[in-house]
């Protein structure tokens, strides 16, 4: 069973509108979350880290965490044309931090 | 700010074929990795380095060999390249532990024919 599960698969938003991404997880032992954004052809670009149940926020990306759900969660404010990438979700878990689960990927288009 | 630089940017092979490919990292991190990105799939790890000259597995493994030479380098050779091969092989760095974040380069693209 995959560790990370993403949805939805595609998300298509006009520009300014809300966008929501979600990310549940298979093991409750979970510490450590980040969303990572991937332009095509391009590496990941890492958006919001989060430990702790509650909220992150890093300028317009808000990342939401609820452990007792097994669910993480990322919303794009104010969305633009050049947010269109695939955005991933990832977890680890002690002992080994090192090793990173990733989910499969949500593909954002942002329409003008 | 630092930087990881990934060659070859795209790799053409033939099956049976032994491949590798090169990462490097000026952040000076610790820890290197080598994921690999099927489409649909998200990422799974193929090695991972905490330091010069150490080696862990990921999930996947099989069929591939690592080697962290120096503290800035971590290569990956693909032991034998299968017919039709598609994928994306990713390089990250990262200070390690508890709270580390992964910083990535832009990817080898391997074909093979």
């Known amino acids: 069973q995959q560790k990370v599960q993403q949805s939805p698969e595609s998300l298509t938003v006009s520009e300014g509108a809300m966008a929501s991404l979600n990310c549940t997880f298979s093991d409750g032992t979970s510490d450590n979350f980040r969303w990572y954004r991937q332009h095509s052809g391009k590496g990941l670009e890492v958006l919001v880290s989060i430990f702790s149940d509650g909220e992150k926020e890093e300028g317009r990306f808000t990342a939401h965490l609820n452990r007792a759900s097994l669910h993480v969660s990322l919303h794009i404010r104010e969305p633009q044309p050049s947010d269109s990438a695939v955005y991933l979700c990832a977890m680890s878990m002690s002992p080994n931090y090192n090793v990173l689960y990733f989910g499969s990927g949500t593909k954002l288009t942002v329409e003008p | 700010g630092g930087i990881i630089t990934q060659t070859p940017k795209f790799l053409i092979g033939q099956e049976g074929q032994k491949l590798t490919l090169k990462c490097q990292q000026n952040?000076?991190?610790?820890?290197m990795y080598w994921y690999r990105q099927d489409s649909g799939k998200g990422l799974r790890l193929i090695y991972y380095s905490i330091t010069e000259n150490d080696l862990q597995k990921g999930d996947l493994s099989e069929g591939y060999d690592a080697s962290r030479e120096k503290k800035s380098s971590f290569s990956l050779t693909v032991t034998s390249a299968q017919k039709n091969e598609m994928a994306v092989f990713l390089c990250a760095s990262s200070i390690g532990g508890a709270q580390n974040t992964l910083y990535f380069g832009a990817g080898t693209r391997l074909s093979v024919l």
């Open positions: 952040f000076n991190h610790d820890t």
